[in-house]
């Protein structure tokens, strides 16, 4: 195991745990919160992307699931919200066992097309579906509790995903270490030579996409209930493009590119909302500039100037 790969994994913990005393007020909480959020989905896309090869324009669709099993079930059913979660979890990684074998049976553009087509019919339903999901205004999201306790505020959420993000975090360099990490690596590679040393491609791909949406259903559900509010954006295909261009500006293939890809494209839109209309105009920009001068990503290229590797 790579001792080295665990340093950034103690710098995120050292961070997550002085971080909330040092903030000023509780948008900088929120802001945090969502970047932490987004930093545990965007692992998840990265070892479908990055690791496996294999590209997604509708992840956020899955995030769609989970939040709207977070509303729905508890508010229709009286379901708890850890069981409306866990069920919702489910319900995504069950979808995605189902659609990935004729899915990724595609190549190139058109296995982008057929992910791209999945993420909007989701969408679709969420927003056509009103009595069940309040149609395009969305709905409330019961509040999660435990017994007579309920989490509610921005510290308490604070925690949940500071929590989450540090064990996602460890969970995926130990998942990259192991074999079945390799075999992702050699996938990504060459199908035909991972063919050739024994890989069952099929069974790779379809687990990593599995592992993928069930990593963006959880968060989808963790969303819903830290905001109380759910609307279908959430799984709209700009919000799917938004998750893919963090992972390529943090680093495909990388554990701690996918933190810094989530982390800076959470705060770069509040940085720019000084611009006054312009913001766009400069995020394309940056993202541009970053593309052409460090096309492999924030973190590989800083790993390679200060020789170091996650």
């Known amino acids: 195991m790579n001792k080295h790969a665990f340093r950034g994994l103690y710098i995120i913990g050292a961070v997550s745990l002085v971080l909330p005393f040092f903030l000023p007020n509780s948008f900088y909480v929120d802001l945090a919160i969502r970047m932490a959020i987004n930093a545990v989905i965007v692992l998840g896309l990265n070892l479908l992307i990055g690791f496996a090869g294999q590209i997604s324009l509708g992840h956020a669709g899955f995030l769609g699931i989970g939040a709207y099993a977070s509303a729905a079930l508890p508010t229709h059913f009286g379901w708890h919200p850890l069981l409306a979660l866990a069920a919702g979890a489910v319900a995504a990684g069950a979808l995605a066992a189902v659609l990935a074998r004729p899915i990724f049976r595609l190549k190139g553009h058109y296995l982008a097309m057929a992910t791209l087509g999945l993420g909007i019919i989701i969408n679709i339903v969420v927003r056509n579906e009103a009595a069940w999901t309040g149609g395009p205004d969305g709905m409330a999201v019961p509040p999660m509790t435990f017994g007579s306790f309920e989490v509610s505020g921005d510290k308490p959420w604070y925690w949940i995903v500071a929590f989450l993000l540090c064990f996602s975090v460890w969970a995926s360099i130990n998942l990259i270490d192991s074999p079945f990490g390799r075999a992702l690596r050699a996938l990504h590679g060459s199908e035909v030579a991972s063919k050739v040393v024994g890989v069952n491609v099929v069974r790779y791909k379809v687990t990593v996409f599995v592992m993928s949406a069930t990593f963006a259903s959880i968060m989808g559900s963790i969303t819903a209930l830290y905001v109380g509010f759910v609307t279908p954006n959430l799984a709209d295909f700009f919000h799917s493009i938004e998750l893919v261009t963090m992972v390529v500006i943090g680093g495909m293939g990388s554990v701690y590119g996918s933190v810094l890809g989530a982390v800076l494209l ?42 170091k590797g996650d």
């Open 266 to 307: 959470t705060a770069l839109p509040q940085a720019l909302a000084t611009f006054e209309g312009w913001e766009t105009v400069a995020f394309g920009t940056i993202l541009m500039l970053c593309m052409i001068f460090m096309p492999k990503g924030l973190a590989p290229t800083l790993a390679a100037r200060f020789g």
